[in-house]
């Protein structure tokens, strides 16, 4: 009997994984996650992640940012004071940009928006103009919460993206909370 085994808790499978963004829930496999909420949680949900440490000297504020990566499992999150889990994120398709944090494989598991596929959430979502006429991502805003999805061409006509159009998309509190 494996480590796992004897305490009765299997590691999570990436195909077997199904996360769920709901108006001011969030499940993980069925377990409720709060944002913002103690790393310990993700980590007791998702197994051991990989630390990445962004110093940034210009921001007085935030000074060092910590992300957690789940390589295997396609799942990142943003902490605070490598503690505080204050957004969570899931790679879906490979873009022009992979930062050191993005998760080495791609979601395989089970993504929904409010019990849905996240796809239908997405596509009906208003676009996020970086400038006039210029869209990186769309918002769609879910009770205290917003999901943002990224494009992975920001020229293409919105009207043909599928699902493999996408990069990532997080899971906030709203910007203005």
């Not at 940012?65 to 789940?70: A, G, L, Q, S, Y």
């Not at 991502?137 to 009207?159: C, I, M, P, R, T």
Request: net charge neutral; charged share 25%.
């Amino acid at each position: 009997m494996g480590f796992f085994g004897f305490f009765g808790k299997k590691p999570t499978t990436p195909e077997k994984l199904v996360i769920d963004f709901s108006d001011n829930k969030i499940t993980v496999n069925n377990k409720i996650v709060d944002i913002p909420s103690h790393i310990s949680v993700l980590k007791n949900l998702l197994g051991k992640p990989r630390k990445v440490v962004r110093k940034n000297k210009d921001d007085a504020v935030n000074p060092v940012r910590i992300n957690f990566t789940w390589d295997d499992l396609g799942v990142y999150c943003y902490a605070k004071s490598s503690k505080v889990v204050d957004c969570i994120g899931i790679r879906l398709n490979a873009g022009e940009i992979c930062p050191t944090h993005y998760p080495k494989k791609f979601f395989s598991g089970n993504l929904m928006i409010k019990g849905m596929p996240w796809f239908e959430t997405i596509r009906n979502a208003a676009p996020e103009e970086f400038e006039e006429g210029v869209s990186f991502f769309k918002k769609s805003y879910l009770g205290s919460y917003s999901v943002v999805a990224e494009y992975v061409n920001f020229e293409q006509d919105d009207s043909t993206r599928t699902e493999k159009d996408y990069t990532i998309i997080e899971i906030q509190l709203n910007d203005g909370l």
